[in-house]
């Protein structure tokens, strides 16, 4: 399409002059000033962190799956407790640093901070997300947590996980803080496309706790206890989609159940440590209890 030229031969015609009433002068400003408010709002959120990189899609996990994961039986975390068939289970270590990590979400002063820094590709961070998500379903709630499968280039390559990307989590006793530093894409061949960037504080603990900023992932505790890599090994999940690993959460006797509500278990019992071990129908479990015993976690006495 050619942009319409006014022959030389064409007269144009003068522009008629009428008064404008001065209603339409200020309806007209308002609307001016309201497009420009909005095209302000769009160079910000085109410039912020949080906006979708190219190519990456946030798949939300049933609401039936979330509330699966958020209500495993007591009977079955007591059964499982620390005792693994799949393998062995790396607890959470102490930090030995009295500091306490809190923050002050919505408000609520002073609650401690469980950090996961992770990435959506990682393998282990895949499968460390399994018992990350079950211990903290326990504390709070997730309205929103998005599917996720690791690369499918990497060692345990697609398993099946969730993302923390854009997820949505409310607890009484605790702020849980998230960084998908990497997604699952590599559309270069280069390296992976880039999600999240730690704030000040959240960098500070990867430089404290994690061997490098690209081991992923890294479980912090409030600064009281951390876990780098994976509580267990990623091919315990292996080809599993997340429908098959909630359902085996119904079996104690389960492989994958042993290993995800196992570490669950240890990852609770830290966490317990720093909310004064509330709430007491989660931290008093006996399932929790053996998590305690293993890790040496001594209780205060009860006044």
Same mark, same amino acid.
């Given at each position: 399409?050619?942009p319409?030229?006014?022959s030389?031969h064409e ?16 309806l007209g400003?308002i609307?001016v ?5 909005a095209?302000?709002v769009l160079?910000r959120?085109?410039?912020?962190a949080?906006q979708t ?12 799956l979330?509330?699966t994961?958020g ?6 975390v007591d059964a499982v407790?620390v ?6 289970i790396?607890?959470p270590l102490?930090t030995?640093n009295?500091?306490l990590?809190v923050?002050?979400p919505?408000g ?6 469980v950090f996961?820094?992770?990435?959506e ?5 895949a ?12 504390f709070?709630?997730?309205t ?7 690369g499918?280039?990497v060692?345990?390559s697609?398993?099946s996980t969730f993302?923390f990307?854009?997820a949505?989590y409310?607890?009484?006793?605790l702020?849980?803080q998230?960084v998908e ?14 999600l999240?960037t730690p704030t000040?504080r ?8 994690d061997?490098s900023? %690209? ?7 409030a600064?009281?206890y ?9 091919s315990v ?5 997340? %429908?098959?690993?909630v ?5 104690p006797?389960?492989p ?9 278990n240890?990852?609770?019992a830290?966490?317990?440590t ?5 709430p ?11 998590a305690?015993?293993?890790?040496a ?6 006044s």
């Amino acid at each position: 399409m050619h942009p319409m030229v006014l022959s030389p031969h064409e007269p144009v015609a003068a522009p008629a002059v009428h008064a404008i009433p001065r209603r339409y002068v200020a309806l007209g400003l308002i609307i001016v000033a309201t497009i420009l408010v909005a095209v302000l709002v769009l160079i910000r959120n085109d410039n912020g962190a949080d906006q979708t990189p190219s190519g990456e899609i946030f798949t939300p996990a049933p609401t039936s799956l979330l509330q699966t994961i958020g209500h495993i039986p007591t009977a079955t975390v007591d059964a499982v407790g620390v005792t693994a068939t799949a393998g062995p289970i790396s607890p959470p270590l102490p930090t030995n640093n009295p500091a306490l990590w809190v923050a002050s979400p919505r408000g609520v002063a002073n609650l401690p901070v469980v950090f996961f820094y992770g990435a959506e590709f990682a393998p282990y961070a895949a499968a460390e997300s399994w018992p990350v998500v079950v211990a903290l379903s326990r504390f709070g709630t997730f309205t929103q947590l998005g599917l996720a499968q690791s690369g499918s280039s990497v060692a345990f390559s697609d398993t099946s996980t969730f993302t923390f990307w854009q997820a949505r989590y409310t607890s009484l006793w605790l702020d849980l803080q998230t960084v998908e530093r990497y997604g699952s894409l590599d559309p270069t061949g280069g390296g992976y496309t880039a999600l999240q960037t730690p704030t000040a504080r959240q960098a500070a603990s990867v430089e404290a706790y994690d061997t490098s900023k %690209s081991t992923f992932p890294l479980l912090d505790v409030a600064n009281h206890y951390t876990l780098i890599g994976s509580a267990f090994a990623p091919s315990v999940l292996d080809g599993l989609s997340q %429908s098959d690993i909630v359902a085996d959460l119904a079996f104690p006797a389960s492989p994958v159940t042993q290993a995800v509500v196992g570490a669950a278990n240890e990852i609770t019992a830290a966490i317990c440590t720093v909310t004064g071990q509330r709430p007491a129908a989660v931290c008093d479990t006996r399932g929790v209890a053996a998590a305690d015993a293993k890790m040496a976690i001594s209780r205060p006495a009860a006044s």
